[in-house]
Structures are given as C-alpha cells and as structure tokens.
C-alpha cells in the first residue's frame, strides 16, 4: 500500500512538472510569436509612412529617441569596449609570446572583435542603457491609460511610440557596433605599442593582413539585427504590461533578460549561418 501511494505521488509530480513545462512553453511561443507580430505591425505602419502623407512617422521623434537611445550610450560603450580590448591584448600575449607569436595578437584580436566583440558588447551595453528604459516608458504609459487615449483618439501607437524606438535602436546600434568595434582595437593597438613592445607598424600589417571586409559586415549587419531585437522585445513588453507599477518593474526585468538570450541566440545562429556559408 505504501508503494502504491508513493507510486500516485510520484505519477502527480511528474504530471505537474509536465503540465508546468509545458505551460512555459506556450509562453515562450506567444512571447516569440508577439514580437514577430509587433515587427509585422511597425514595418507595415513604416511601409505606409512612406507612401501616405498622413500616416508618417514624426522625424522629430526617430531623431530625438536616436539621441536617446544611441548618443548617450557611446560613452559607456567606449569605455566599456576599450577596456575589452585591453584585457584581450594582456591576456593573449604571454601564450603566444611562448611560441613566438607575440605579434599575432594583433590578428587574433581585429577578428574577434570585428565578427563578436564589438557588436555584442555594443548590444549588451545597449540593453541595460536604453532597452529597460523603452519598456519602463511605454508600460507607465499603459498603465496611466495614455495608450488608450491614443486609440480612442484614433492615433496609432505602432506609429506614434513603436516605429520610432524600433528604428533609434536600429540605427544606433548599428552605428554603436562600429564604435565599439573601433575602440578595442584602438585600446588594444595602445597596449600593444606601450607594454607589450609590438611596434605600431607590425601591428597594423598583422590587423590589415587578417581582418577582411566580410568580417567588418558580419559585425555591422550583427548590430543592425540586435538593435532590431532590443528595439521590438522592449516595446512588446512594454506594451503588454499588467499589474500596476510592479508589472512594469517586472516588465524591464524580463525585457533586459529576453533581450541577452536573444542576442546570444541570434550571435549563434548568424555565426552558423555565415560559417555553413564559408564567409569567413
């Protein structure tokens, strides 16, 4: 008898954990397939920006969330990329200093940072600077029913607060993977001609021998589609916002979270891609 009810217990467990699993799957899918709708919606709401006088989208506003969203970021960005670059280039010049390969750093360090670093730093930095505060923004807006005031004056919100958001990010994420980009393999050329006794001109020839320009491409296009993601996941979370001020704090919690598995994710599936292509 006591097996038995052991046996009924564990078939329970089992069953619940089955119908838990499964009930966060569904939540991922609708989660996936939300954003994939809200992309939909801001592209068809930019199409008709573009053919329709009274549908357009507001320059001001793309201009003033660019400056938002991207030029305020540049400086931790930088910083944050030069310091990379600086421990790249302290880190791989003893190993390859004991095969005599002290120079190669230069080729090991243009690579990386073209194809991964630089955009993914960049994408990183931008999710916790802009994409926490796109959701914060557009949920305090749902929950004080500014959103609502949109529609029932027949105003869209794709038009009006998703498109321009979705193209600052675009946009400055793009620009911020080439800066990033930029800036470690200036931090790193610094310590190489300072500390590690690399002459400048031996450095660029290692950089400019082995850095292509599919891989500076590979890196902006990169950017162009983090900046795609943390632009659409903080908006659509921002917009299904519930509970008050705690679903918005829960909101940019998800929001920061979502967007680095999403970049990881998506940094994998490009790496593949390209790899299973034979770009690099």
Known sequence: MPQRTDQIR????????????????MRTLERIGGVFYLICDAASALYASLVRRKARVGRVAIVSQIVRI??????????VSGAVGLILALQLAPPLDGFGSKPLVANIISVAVLRELGPLIGAIVLTGF????????????????????????????????????????????????VISSIVAISSALIVSVTTLDIPYATFMQNMLTQAKLVD?????????LFGLLIGSIACYNGL????????????????????????????????????????F
């Open 10 to 25: 564990s078939d329970r467990f089992s069953v619940r954990a089955v119908n838990a699993l499964g009930a966060r799957a």
């Open 70 to 79: 991207g030029v305020r970021a540049i400086f931790i960005t930088s910083l």
């Open 130 to 177: 802009a994409g926490a505060a796109i959701t914060a923004e557009i949920g305090t807006m749902v929950v004080g029913e500014e959103i609502e005031a949109l529609e029932a004056h027949a105003l869209s919100p794709i038009r009006f607060l998703v498109v321009p958001r979705i193209l600052a990010a675009i946009l400055s994420m793009t620009a911020l993977s």
């Open 216 to 224: 500076f491409l590979t890196g902006t296009s990169k950017g162009t």
């Open 240 to 279: 299904t916002v519930t509970g008050g001020a705690a679903g918005v704090g829960r909101a940019t919690t998800n929001t920061v979270v979502q967007c680095v598995v999403a970049i990881v994710l998506a940094d994998l599936l490009f790496t593949a891609v390209f790899y299973a292509l034979k770009l």
